[in-house]
């Protein structure tokens, strides 16, 4: 079974703190996401990575910025927190379209965050 | 550019009525199709997915989804639900062989069973 893990399943940040939000799979996924979800407005993708070091920005990429250093890890960092940026984060991975066409994305569980 | 449409934000039905969640998507080319499912406190999880062949495609616990490329829509069923279906559901394509792998998703559909 895919396993996507993520570093916190709740956090309480203050307005202006840096918050680091970690994803780890273990499935050797060459894709990776950053999502936020918020009511009525189902998933909005922040950034992916498609290999390591690289990163396309997603819809919603204002305020955030990413990082991955090794395949199985992507980190979501909010510069300077703010309370627009309190919502649930998923990260999500998948393999490349030549390993499955079908580019299935599996979950992890969520961060939900909330900005003071 | 892009967009998917689920019909209803909320559903409601009593255990053992049928469901139908409508799922229609805005682009011209070939897509791969999913729905994924939320159950309350947990993580987003595939329920099933069309990408080519038979489109009738079955999914984990019991629900179907059809894909009518005539009217570019993917509706999720369910012939029985359970009080264990509530959850909510979302809708979500990609285009096949797009370069940069997003996802687009619906809005996403609640779903209460009344027991």
């Known amino acids: 079974d895919v396993k996507v893990t993520q570093s916190s399943r709740y956090l309480v940040k203050r307005t202006g703190e840096k918050v680091f939000l970690e994803c780890v799979q273990d499935m050797d996924h060459e894709n990776m996401f950053w999502y936020r979800q918020d009511p009525g407005l189902g998933l909005r993708l922040i950034y992916f990575s498609y290999d390591v070091k690289m990163k396309e920005k997603g819809d919603i990429p204002e305020g955030y910025s990413v990082s991955r250093e090794k395949k199985e890890r992507f980190s979501l960092i909010l510069e300077s927190a703010s309370t627009n940026q309190t919502s649930m984060y998923l990260c999500?991975?998948?393999?490349?379209?030549?390993?499955?066409?079908?580019?299935?994305?599996?979950f992890g569980p969520g961060t939900r965050l909330t900005v003071l | 550019a892009q967009s998917v449409s689920q019909h209803n934000h909320h559903v409601i039905l009593s255990e053992a009525a049928s469901l139908e969640l409508g799922c229609n998507y805005s682009y011209g080319g070939t897509v791969n199709l999913f729905w994924y499912v939320q159950y309350p406190g947990q993580h987003l999880q595939l329920l099933l997915k069309?990408?080519?062949?038979d489109p009738l495609v079955k999914g984990i616990k019991g629900f179907e989804a059809e894909f009518i490329k005539s009217k570019f829509s993917f509706n999720l069923r369910k012939p029985s639900v359970q009080w264990s279906d509530t959850a909510e559901y979302f809708c979500a394509v990609n285009a096949r062989g797009g370069s940069n792998y997003q996802l687009i998703w619906g809005a996403g559909t609640k779903l209460i069973i009344k027991p």
């Open positions: 999500a991975s998948s393999f490349s379209g030549t390993s499955d066409p079908t580019d299935t994305q599996y």
């Open positions: 069309y990408f080519s062949g």
